[in-house]
């Protein structure tokens, strides 16, 4: 079985319109399509990285605020300049891009260009009919973050058909990257505070750089939203690699693929390499296997529900440093009073932090960032 099709969609820089692709991405998913969804307002660099990182068959533009001529033009120049011109890319704007637009954009190397009134069947045929086919013939990466962007797409693949990769990689390197997990039910705000404490990683270290690998869920027809590059702020940089994989049917919050990529982020020279489950149950331990994270952090927000739910929590009694995200909430004193007396039971050496990850410079980010460099 072949691997999805991975496209990357996103708004332009100083749009704001995403209810259509939003709606788009949708009707893309339910027909078995990965989409990798950057978000609104952003800028020709952070879609190209984007994109090089994700290692996507094409970029998907959704553009109502004008200029687009010149912005799709040089998002193309960009994966030029960067050889990926095997990524291609095509959108649409409503009535904002007119038919005369249209024979520019694709005269300047734009693959197809819908106008309103297509049929989201038909911008699903067009994608599977154009992206569908297997990139056999790839330029020679120019780039680290391109040619690690092809090898985790080998990993992937091949677990698709139903292998493992021939090559072994390492769980550590010389360099000693830390492999730190995070785990939690969905809507605690793992994504945002992770993206927090990038922020902090990028200032304490000037010329470090940071992996995270991020997991959504698959649906049944075996598409993803993968959107957690839309929440994230500060890890749109330069020296933060990113990549984000489906489950692909495995329960547990990880991918069938997920160690072995792992093992080639954590070899290939990161400071420290995050990675990030889906949203998980009560149930899950998805870094129960020997090696596979240095620290292992539990996100959650104070509604959980009542007290006897935490005896129901197995990562309580795994996670080295359990996180109250979302402390502002009216419940996050008694949350944070019940969970430290689960954590107490344990009778083992865990932190309990409180957080608002949404707030810039709180200092219970600022703690978090501070006991997880130091241990």
Do not use: W
């Not at 708004?11 to 893309?28: K, M, Q, R, W, Y």
């Not at 070899?267 to 420290?272: G, I, K, R």
Request: hydrophobic letters at 40%; aromatic letters at 6%.
């Amino acid at each position: 079985m072949a691997s999805p099709i991975r496209i990357l969609t996103a708004v332009p820089i100083c749009d704001g319109h995403d209810s259509a692709i939003n709606t788009i991405n949708l009707e893309f998913i339910r027909h078995g399509i990965e989409v990798i969804y950057l978000g609104y307002h952003r800028s020709v660099s952070d879609i190209v990285r984007a994109a090089i990182q994700e290692d996507v068959s094409a970029i998907g533009i959704s553009s109502y605020n004008g200029g687009h001529i010149e912005f799709f033009a040089e998002v193309i120049g960009l994966l030029r300049k960067k050889g990926a011109d095997d990524i291609k890319v095509f959108g649409g704007g409503g009535g904002t891009i007119t038919h005369d637009d249209a024979v520019i954009m694709k005269r300047k190397g734009v693959d197809e260009v819908f106008f309103a009134g297509t049929s989201l069947e038909e911008m699903v045929r067009f994608v599977h009919q154009r992206y569908g086919k297997s990139r056999t013939k790839r330029p020679r990466p120019k780039s680290f973050d391109q040619e690690l962007a092809h090898k985790l797409s080998e990993i992937e693949g091949a677990y698709a058909k139903g292998k493992r990769p021939t090559s072994k990689k390492k769980i550590r390197n010389s360099r000693g990257a830390r492999v730190i997990g995070f785990t939690g039910p969905g809507g605690a705000g793992k994504t945002t505070l992770i993206d927090e404490l990038v922020l902090r990683f990028l200032n304490r270290s000037p010329k470090g750089r940071i992996a995270i690998l991020s997991h959504d869920p698959s649906v049944v027809g075996e598409g993803a939203l993968l959107g957690d590059r839309a929440t994230m702020i500060n890890s749109q940089d330069d020296r933060v690699f990113m990549r984000s994989m489906a489950t692909r049917g495995q329960a547990g919050g990880l991918s069938p693929a997920t160690q072995d990529c792992l093992a080639l982020l954590a070899d290939s020279n990161f400071d420290h390499v995050i990675i990030e489950t889906v949203g998980t149950g009560q149930e899950a331990m998805p870094f129960r296997k020997n090696g596979i994270v240095d620290l292992t952090t539990l996100v959650m927000n104070p509604d959980y529900g009542s007290r006897l739910q935490l005896q129901k929590i197995v990562m309580l009694d795994l996670a080295e440093i359990v996180v109250v995200n979302k402390s502002d909430l009216q419940r996050a004193r008694t949350a944070h009073a019940e969970i430290e007396q689960r954590l107490e039971q344990n009778r083992r050496n865990q932190h309990l932090v409180d957080t608002v990850a949404k707030r810039h410079r709180d200092p219970g980010v600022d703690q978090l960032f501070e006991l997880i460099s130091n241990r």
